[in-house]
Every structure is written in C-alpha cells, then in structure tokens.
C-alpha cells in the first residue's frame, strides 16, 4: 500500500472518530423570549443534535425532511468513509479506481459541509435578533472537523490515473 493511501485510510479511520459525536451531541441551542412590562419571558428554548433533529422531524409528520438530513448528512458519509477505507485497502488498481470515481462522486452529494453551513446561518441569525439567542455546542465542532478530515483523506488517496493501472495522486 502507498504511503499516501494508508495516510487517507487514517484520515478515514478520524473522520469517523469525529462524525459519531457530530451526529449525537448537541449541535445548537436556540433560545427565543420577549420582554413583557419588564420581566424576560422564555418561549423557546431547544438544544438538538443531528440525530435528534431527525428524529424529532419525523415524530412531527417531516419524513421528507428528515429522509433528505438522514440520507446526505449520516448515510452518505458513512458510505463514502466506507469506500473509502475498502479502496484503500484494496490491491487491485482498477478496483480502487472504480471505488474512487464512486466516493468522488457521491461527495458532491454527502452535503455535510453544506448542512455545517446552514447551522452556523442559524447562529448567526439568532445572535442579529434582539429576542433570539443561538449557542453552538459541541457537536457542531465535531461535525466540521469530520468534513475538515474527510475532505483530506480524498485528497491523499491515491488512485490509478486509468485502468492501465498508473497510480498518480489527486490534484497531481
């Protein structure tokens, strides 16, 4: 195996380290009150992790939602670490090219980095209004860290540049 596909495999191996406590623990909280003739009165305060989120969407009749979060922000990237790890591993060259072009292609669609965007919209947007508040918790930091991680180990991989069997590395 080559040097930089066992530092991918690692990387895999972290980025799952880090996606399990981005999908249990708490991602946010947001707190929403008013001030009513002077006493602060609290309407809304929910803190909630990923899987939490998803489960709370489909106990409320949002399965298309909490499908849409399930399939891009859990399924998709344990599938792709996955494949990863087994293209790494892998001693056929065309194997770990046609495992490669698979990962590579459902990347675009893992959307994690897309939905670590979107909660920290959130935050932002709770913190510019006066009666809404937004704390990022944990998990949020675990969830950047596993796209941080996973994205690098796709860069380290190193796959043959065609069936042929010529390794090159990405971005050579």
């Not at 947001?30 to 002077?38: V, W």
């Not at 106990?59 to 790494?88: E, N, Q, R, Y």
Request: aromatic share 12%.
């Amino acid at each position: 195996m080559r040097p930089r596909n066992i530092i991918a495999l690692v990387l895999v191996l972290l980025s799952f380290v880090f996606l399990i406590p981005g999908l249990t623990l708490p991602l946010i909280t947001i707190n929403a009150s008013f001030t009513f003739m002077g006493n602060t009165v609290e309407v809304f305060n929910q803190t909630r992790s990923i899987l939490q989120s998803i489960r709370d969407l489909h106990d409320t009749g949002d399965d298309f939602v909490a499908g849409l979060i399930l399939l891009f922000s859990v399924v998709v990237p344990f599938v792709k670490g996955a494949l990863l790890g087994v293209a790494a591993l892998s001693p056929s060259a065309a194997w770990r090219y046609r495992l490669y072009i698979f990962v590579r292609s459902i990347s675009k669609w893992a959307m994690a980095d897309v939905f670590a965007m979107g909660v920290y919209v959130a935050f932002l947007a709770g913190k510019a209004a006066e009666n809404l508040d937004a704390e990022i918790k944990s998990g949020f930091y675990y969830f950047v860290a596993y796209c941080l991680v996973s994205l690098l180990a796709l860069q380290f991989m190193t796959v043959p540049a065609s069936r042929a069997g010529v390794g090159v590395a990405v971005g050579s």
